[in-house]
């Protein structure tokens, strides 16, 4: 099942609906539900939900507007492609290889869910940035609540899954990251989910013999193919992905979790650091980007610039330990 976040013509609150490709229409669920709604729903309240809605006519889904096709409890973006490691890392940061450390777990970090864009919506840089760059990825979606669980445990808590562009301000990244933390601001600004959630039922006829989907994904700038990778090449399934997420720690349904990004092409950054050189190019306003995976769809952004923001004042630059003795005379004095 395929369900979407959409707006129609002429109406301004947000409607929920099942997806048919097929048929190129979308069927209405229940006014006031929200995607977030249905997932805590439970999955037999959603099958009774969409039997009815595909009784009664759809509309055609060339008429609505497609919006995120979820408001994210929470955004983890983990790095579980080898390939794409290599040669991000030598674009960042300029060091060649895999950390040891990268084997050891699906490391992830947390990014801004209130940054969500979707299909056909601008992604927006910041006017700093140069070093334009996408990502394509599919996240899962969480279907349920969950601390320390097993990996088994973890896929009754999959709801389904969702294209994820992670755009990436390279140059920001590369400079912020030099304090060991981040990525901050060079992800800040915009991620792309849609353009829809299919339901973890709807993939399993993809999964291979060792229990990865193995679904073909590709991604084009301005209709020209950059990369393609299969999502099988991943390190670890999705539900090692929940599983660690919420070790010692707590998931809960409407988290999105990213897979991070293919490899083969599977981002600008990636090719940079292979080949020592910006080639291709920087992403330029204007330009078109889709991203597309095999069983689940393709979602597009145009490349836009946000205007300067405005100026930071520098950074203070002090004596601490002339201030910390100044501060102890007055209190003696007093």
Known sequence: MKLATYLAPGTANPRVGVVRVEEGLIHPLPAGMDMRSLIDGGRVNLDRLATKALAVEGRPLADVRLLPPLVPASVRDFVAFEEHVQGVRRSVDGVAGVPDA??????????????????????????ACQARDFELEVAVVV????????VDAARDLVFGYTLFNDWSARDLQ????????????????????GPWIVTAD?????????GFLDLACRVTINGEE?????????????????????????????????????GNGGCLGELWGL?????????????????????????????????PAPALPPVRRRD???????RADRKVDA
């Open 102 to 127: 990268w084997y050891d777990a699906p490391t992830f970090y947390f990014t801004n869910p209130h940054a969500i864009i979707g299909p056909e919506d601008e992604a927006v840089f910041p006017a």
């Open 143 to 150: 279907g349920g609540e969950g601390r320390s669980v097993s």
């Open 174 to 193: 590369g400079r912020e990251m030099q304090v060991n933390l981040g990525p901050a601001k060079g992800k800040d600004f915009s991620t792309t989910l």
């Open 202 to 210: 709807e993939l399993e006829p993809y999964r291979d013999a060792d």
């Open 226 to 262: 950059i990369g393609s990778d299969l999502l099988s090449n991943i390190g670890w399934t999705f539900e090692t992905m929940i599983a660690y997420a919420s070790r010692d720690s707590r998931v809960v349904a409407g988290d999105v979790l990213g897979s991070g990004t293919v």
């Open 275 to 307: 080949r020592g050189t910006q080639d291709p190019p920087p992403l330029q306003p204007g330009d078109v980007v889709t991203i597309e995976v095999e069983g689940i769809g393709s979602v597009t952004n145009t490349v836009a610039v946000a205007d």
């Open 320 to 326: 601490q330990a002339a201030a910390r003795a100044a």
